[in-house]
């Protein structure tokens, strides 16, 4: 079975910094670009980032850009997002997906709350 | 950016109804194009891909057109599991969403 798996979210301060992971099973990790997408509270979907297959390549929202980090390591099957400077408004829960027309499967998600 | 705006917002409908959901980008995307259905705490799942593919597994009742800039998806014949936020994706120049379509019971 096909399933992705997030973790690391949780309650940070403004300007705080926090990882998210997201374990892959059942699918050849490697052979796919993967993508996180967020969504806030009550809101639509927004896409985050995504990395190519072996990492060369890797996207932002502009929103993002010089404050989150999107990396994978293929032997653990994993994706990571590494979020600094983090903001109220990056308050949202956060979704790995497999990117390969269309996003499909998708984690279970993992809530990032950014309050003092 | 590429700008995708759905119409409507909300929709009222009965179980049975033909339902039709668009999707505007503010430029071309060819035909990179997908369609999501999300129910309230669960993550979204793929209806359609390359606008009008349907994902494996998906009822036959839902159905994706168009290229280019306007891209329509249809559920011919709505069903008690259809009740649920629906989404389009472009991936043509990066990823935006629309602001999706709510599907309500009339």
């Known amino acids: 079975e096909v399933q992705l798996v997030e973790s690391g979210g949780g309650l940070v301060q403004p300007g705080g910094s926090l990882r998210l992971s997201c374990a892959a099973s059942?699918?050849?990790?490697?052979?796919?670009?993967m993508s996180w997408v967020r969504q806030a509270p009550g809101k639509g979907l927004e896409w985050v980032a995504n990395?190519?297959?072996?990492?060369?390549?890797?996207y932002y929202v502009d929103s993002v850009k010089g404050r989150f980090t999107i990396s994978r390591d293929n032997a653990k099957n994993s994706l990571y997002l590494q979020m600094n400077s983090l903001r109220a408004e990056d308050t949202a829960v956060y979704y790995c997906?497999?990117?390969?027309?269309?996003?499909?499967?998708w984690g279970q998600g993992t809530l990032v709350t950014v309050s003092s | 950016d590429i700008q995708m705006t759905q119409s409507p917002s909300t929709l009222s409908a009965s179980v049975g109804d033909r339902v039709t959901i668009t999707c505007r980008a503010s430029?071309?995307?060819?035909?990179?194009l997908a369609w999501y259905q999300q129910k309230p705490g669960k993550a979204p799942k793929l209806l359609i891909y390359?606008?009008?593919s349907l994902e494996s597994g998906v009822p036959s009742r839902f159905s994706g057109s168009g290229s280019g800039t306007e891209f329509t998806l249809t559920i011919s014949s709505l069903q008690p599991d259809d009740f649920a936020t629906y989404y389009c994706?472009?991936?043509?120049?990066?990823?935006?969403f629309g602001q999706g379509t709510k599907v309500e019971i009339k």
């Open positions: 997906a497999r990117d390969s027309s269309g996003y499909e499967p």
């Open positions: 430029q071309s995307i060819s035909s990179c």
């Open positions: 390359d606008a009008s």
């Open positions: 990395i190519k297959q072996d990492g060369s390549e890797k």
């Open positions: 059942g699918i050849t990790f490697s052979s796919y670009w």
């Open positions: 994706q472009q991936c043509n120049s990066y990823s935006t």
